[in-house]
């Protein structure tokens, strides 16, 4: 069975993308699922994050784009977590220029699926409109839109709504699945509670997932090179991103 490509997608910088990524991955590995993380963003952050960084003439997730998408297998490093890989990024500017097509990752992930069986793959994007996002889009199944619950980042999400619909129509029919996912979020804050509701009402209730509250250990366990889970696994963090998780997993069937 194919694995269930997830692209963690905003426009927007500083949305809590990466650190969405990275605690999903080790989610979903936590509770038995082979996953592998794509790192598509050169600021290699999902890879910091754990941990692992490919250096200057080591194999990255973006040699996909220079040498073709049998490169991806050459990329991929082991975890900790023996049921977790990483495909790191490329720590340089990295342009894919002209004429790349929107389907090389996918192809990449086609030819994984033959001889490394991961259940899920989780892509971390970077936050610009490039070749490497339409190849994110282009491979996924769902994506997970997380957004900072705030009038500006609400009109990004629908900037970046119309990209997803975009791709849905003209590469990637299998994109069916999307997540609305606020990040740093305060319940008590009535800005982020109407916001989050005005969402909810123009997507969907069931588009809109469980928040992730603000919490400093987020940001801590990138310091340790770690995941929430193992670097402070009673904290809010920890149990908002296992909640969201479990729902994803459970929504689009990927935890049976």
Do not use: C
Not at 159 to 174: D, G, I, T, W, Y
Not at 185 to 191: E, F, L
């Amino acid at each position: 069975m194919p694995p269930f490509v997830i692209a963690i997608a905003n426009r927007k910088g500083g949305t809590g993308k990466t650190t969405t990524a990275v605690n999903l991955a080790v989610g979903f590995a936590k509770r038995g699922v082979k996953t592998l993380l794509i790192d598509l963003d050169t600021q290699g952050h999902a890879g910091i994050g754990l941990g692992v960084v490919a250096a200057k003439t080591e194999p990255s997730a973006h040699d996909i784009f220079t040498h073709g998408p049998e490169a991806l297998d050459k990329a991929i490093r082991s975890t900790s977590d023996t049921r977790l890989d990483i495909a790191p990024a490329y720590l340089q500017m990295f342009h894919p220029g002209e004429g790349v097509s929107p389907g090389l990752l996918a192809k990449a992930i086609a030819l994984l699926d033959e001889k490394r069986n991961y259940g899920v793959i989780v892509i971390d994007t970077p936050p610009s409109l490039d070749a490497l996002l339409v190849n994110a889009l282009a491979s996924a199944h769902g994506v997970v839109i997380p957004f900072l619950p705030h009038p500006l980042s609400a009109e990004g999400v629908h900037q970046f709504a119309k990209v997803f619909f975009s791709v849905r129509l003209s590469e990637n029919p299998a994109l069916k699945f999307v997540a609305l996912t606020p990040v740093q979020a305060n319940p008590n804050m009535v800005i982020h509670k109407s916001t989050i509701e005005a969402l909810r009402l123009q997507f969907g209730a069931g588009r809109l997932t469980g928040p992730i509250r603000t919490d400093i250990k987020l940001a801590e366990a990138f310091a340790f090179h770690q995941s929430v889970f193992e670097y402070a696994p009673a904290s809010r963090g920890a149990h908002d991103y296992g909640l969201l998780t479990e729902e994803l997993g459970r929504n689009w069937k990927i935890l049976m």
